[in-house]
C-alpha cells in the first residue's frame, strides 16, 4: 500500500463547478498534512496547510479526519487557471515529506 | 525576491557521463532537498540536508551524491546517469522541517 494515496482523476469539469480531491495515508502517527499544486512541467507550489479543525482559503476548502486517516480538497466555483495537478502532501514523525501521485483538474469552458 | 534557483533550467547528458545539477537559495533556510519525479508520478525524495548533516533515503541509489558547500547552495551529482535517469530533478528549501518551497526544477535527458 502506498503511504499517500490520491483519487486517479482525471477530473474534467466546466467553469464554476465544485470538485473535491480525496487524499489517505497510511501512517497513523503523520503530523502535517499539505494541498500543492503543480502545473504543468513546473514546480510544486503550496496551496494551503490542513488543519484538523478544516481551514477555508476563499474558494478552497481543506479538511482533515485523523481517525479515518484521510484529506479533502473542496474546491467551488471553478476557474480555468484551477486547471492543475494537486499533489497530496503528508510529512511523517521523522519530518519526511510524502508526496501523492496527483489528482490531474482540468476546467473546461 | 527571495527564491530557489535552480541551474540549468535543461540539462542534456550522456549515458554515463556525470552531471551536476545545482540548486541555490536566498531564503536562508536550513535544510535542503532534492526530489526526482518522473512523468505522472509524485515526487520521490532522494536526499535532504539539515543543516550540515546529509540524510539519504534508502532507496537512493549510490549513483546519487549531493554536497552541501554552504546554506545558500547544494548540488546533485549523478555520476554515471541512465535513461532511467532521466526525470525532472526538483529542488526545495525549507526552515527547520516546516513548509518546503519548490525551486523551477532541472529537467535531464540522458542519450
Known amino acids: 500500500r502506498k503511504e499517500v494515496e490520491q483519487d486517479p482523476g482525471p477530473f474534467n469539469v466546466p467553469e464554476g463547478a465544485t470538485v473535491a480531491f480525496n487524499c489517505t495515508y497510511s501512517?497513523?502517527?503523520?503530523?502535517?498534512f499539505f494541498w500543492y499544486r503543480q502545473d504543468c512541467r513546473k514546480e510544486p507550489k503550496l496551496l494551503m496547510s490542513?488543519?484538523?479543525s478544516g481551514n477555508e482559503d476563499g474558494r478552497f476548502t481543506a479538511q482533515l479526519n485523523r481517525a479515518s486517516q484521510y484529506i479533502s480538497l473542496l474546491i467551488r466555483d471553478s476557474k480555468l487557471s484551477d486547471s492543475a495537478t494537486y499533489l497530496c502532501?503528508?510529512?511523517?514523525?521523522?519530518?519526511?515529506?510524502?508526496f501523492g501521485a496527483g489528482t490531474r483538474l482540468t476546467v473546461k469552458p | 525576491d527571495a527564491m530557489v534557483i535552480q541551474n540549468p533550467r535543461y540539462q542534456v547528458t550522456q549515458f554515463g557521463k556525470p552531471v551536476t545539477l545545482s540548486c541555490s537559495q536566498t531564503?536562508?533556510?536550513?535544510?535542503m532537498y532534492w526530489y526526482q519525479q518522473k512523468s505522472s508520478q509524485a515526487p520521490k525524495l532522494l536526499f535532504h540536508?539539515?543543516?550540515?548533516?546529509?540524510?539519504n533515503e534508502a532507496d537512493t541509489p549510490d549513483n546519487f551524491q549531493s554536497r552541501r558547500p554552504n546554506t545558500s547552495f547544494c548540488f546533485l551529482d549523478i555520476r554515471s546517469p541512465g535513461l532511467g535517469d532521466a526525470a525532472m530533478y526538483l529542488c526545495?528549501?525549507?526552515?527547520?522541517?516546516?513548509?518546503?518551497?519548490f525551486g523551477p526544477g532541472t529537467r535531464l535527458t540522458v542519450l
Open positions: 526545495a528549501t525549507s526552515r527547520e522541517m516546516y513548509t518546503q518551497y
Open positions: 490542513v488543519y484538523s
Open positions: 501512517n497513523s502517527a503523520s503530523q502535517s
Open positions: 502532501v503528508v510529512k511523517g514523525i521523522n519530518n519526511d515529506m510524502r
Open positions: 531564503l536562508n533556510h536550513n535544510v
Open positions: 540536508y539539515y543543516d550540515k548533516d546529509f540524510n
